[in-house]
């Protein structure tokens, strides 16, 4: 007889039980074990497959980012009878960087610690470094690499992956290499820098951190040149920073990689100063005409203070896994690096310049390609005024007291 009307709640009930059930697929989709590669990437190159997989937990990070450390590891230390701290080369990559990490450990007398960013087109490239990894004994000895990859909508925790074990033979892996690599896609994303950065620090094995760009050529021997005197300035607690000087090429020409070869290049015009036509600021230590006169006295490495430049400087540091990090929610490509030197600053830390060694850059830079332009304009728009209130606010925070001596930092 009477019509009862529905309660006013009802669609309300209905949304709610939705968004329940919708919370426990997640959930449950989430304890599963994802298999994160494609799996047919290596497919005509394999014989079997295995059931033998490795299993990589990864953790969150400040809501956004998985993390897994380890991904691959380094078979030897690098811990001699002197008892000294190896120098990590703490670097970061993308998916198209395959080649300049194969390179790499041609060019490091030590262990390296990767910080490799990936997307669901990328992650192959995991597969191709494991293939390196096991093939490459020189990269088995240096490698340590591990990942991150940007979390998606509603998730809210990170999964544990599993890695099925490469089956396919090195010497197949070798023979395949350049046609493998082509597979993998580039990023076109906005790349956390300043996190891989960290990333590469905290994962390296060793306490003291060279954090350079991969795509340097590094000069001879470095990595045991600057031992001795990086253990002697770089203890964690000095607040002592060393700068490595950085060069370019210009394109097609050789490449210096003893000091003797570096003074001729100069002074034939195919080596410059990094940057020298492109945001020179950013990058130039003063006076290297006397660090040419210095080096160019003696075979013994030596350091020197010298003084911070200003806010938009960038040069290239070994650091203690005490000494500060990356502000790791700074913008894609604006001005990562040199938040970096500008809180070292803020934290009363005295630069000192590396005689003898340095690094190269291949090609001189004068633009920004397309890319890192199109991604500077976006986050300009959206993440700049962010960051740039918190930065500043954690900086008068934490280093009242340099703000005059290091100038106020604009992103
Ligand atoms: C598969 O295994 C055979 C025998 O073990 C080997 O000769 C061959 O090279 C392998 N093929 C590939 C693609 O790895
Ligand atoms: C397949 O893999 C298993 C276990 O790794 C191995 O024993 C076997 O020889 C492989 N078979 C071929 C054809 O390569
Ligand atoms: C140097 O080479 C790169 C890549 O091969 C090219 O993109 C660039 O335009 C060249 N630069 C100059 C100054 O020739
Ligand atoms: C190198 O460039 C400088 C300045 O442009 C010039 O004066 C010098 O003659 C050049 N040297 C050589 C060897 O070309
Ligand atoms: C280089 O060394 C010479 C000799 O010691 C000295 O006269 C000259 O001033 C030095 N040049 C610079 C730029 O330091
Ligand atoms: C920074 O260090 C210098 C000595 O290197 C010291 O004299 C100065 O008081 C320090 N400044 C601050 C703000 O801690």
């Not at 059930?21 to 497959?49: G, H, I, P, W």
């Not at 920073?241 to 003074?263: C, H, M, S, W, Y």
């Not at 590396?354 to 390609?369: P, Y």
Request: with cysteine; hydrophobic share 35%.
């Amino acid at each position: 007889m009477f019509y009862r009307a529905p309660p006013q709640n009802g669609k309300l009930i209905i949304l709610i039980s939705c968004f329940v059930t919708l919370f426990f697929v997640l959930k449950l989709l989430e304890s599963r074990k994802s298999v994160l590669f494609v799996d047919n990437f290596f497919e005509k190159f394999e014989n079997n497959s295995s059931d033998e997989n490795r299993i990589i937990r990864t953790q969150i990070h400040e809501d956004q980012f998985c993390i897994g450390y380890n991904f691959l590891e380094a078979s030897e230390t690098f811990r001699d009878s002197d008892g000294l701290e190896p120098v990590t080369l703490a670097t970061h990559a993308t998916s198209d960087m395959m080649k300049t990490l194969e390179e790499m450990p041609k060019m490091w007398d030590g262990p390296i610690s990767v910080g490799l960013f990936l997307d669901i087109h990328s992650v192959n490239a995991l597969k191709y470094l494991e293939g390196l990894h096991k093939c490459l004994p020189d990269f088995n000895r240096k490698m340590t690499i591990h990942f991150a990859y940007r979390i998606s909508v509603f998730q809210t925790s990170c999964p544990t992956v599993s890695v099925p074990k490469q089956t396919v033979s090195c010497e197949s892996f070798l023979r395949n290499k350049e046609s493998l690599r082509r597979k993998i896609s580039g990023p076109f994303i906005l790349y956390p820098c300043s996190l891989m950065r960290n990333i590469a620090r905290w994962g390296a094995k060793s306490d003291i951190h060279f954090i350079m760009d991969g795509d340097m050529i590094i000069s001879e021997r470095l990595a045991q040149k600057i031992k001795s005197i990086t253990n002697k300035m770089i203890d964690g607690k000095s607040r002592n920073v060393l700068l490595v000087r950085r060069f370019e090429n210009a394109n097609d020409t050789v490449i210096p990689r003893d000091f003797g070869q570096l003074k001729d290049s100069l002074m034939n015009n195919k080596t410059f100063e990094f940057h020298h036509k492109f945001y020179f600021g950013g990058h130039k230590i003063e006076n290297l005409d006397y660090w040419i006169n210095r080096t160019g006295k003696s075979s013994q490495i030596e350091s020197w203070p010298i003084p911070y430049m200003h806010p938009g400087w960038e040069p290239q540091p070994i650091l203690h896994k005490n000494d500060p990090y990356n502000a790791d929610y700074f913008p894609s490509r604006l001005k990562n690096m040199q938040s970096l030197i500008y809180k070292l600053c803020r934290a009363n830390y005295t630069f000192h310049l590396l005689s003898h060694v340095f690094d190269v850059h291949e090609g001189i830079k004068l633009v920004d390609t397309p890319y890192s332009q199109a991604v500077a304009a976006h986050q300009q728009t959206y993440a700049r005024d962010l960051a740039q209130e918190k930065y500043t606010q954690e900086m008068d925070y934490l280093y009242p007291n340099t703000l005059e001596k290091c100038q106020p930092f604009s992103l």
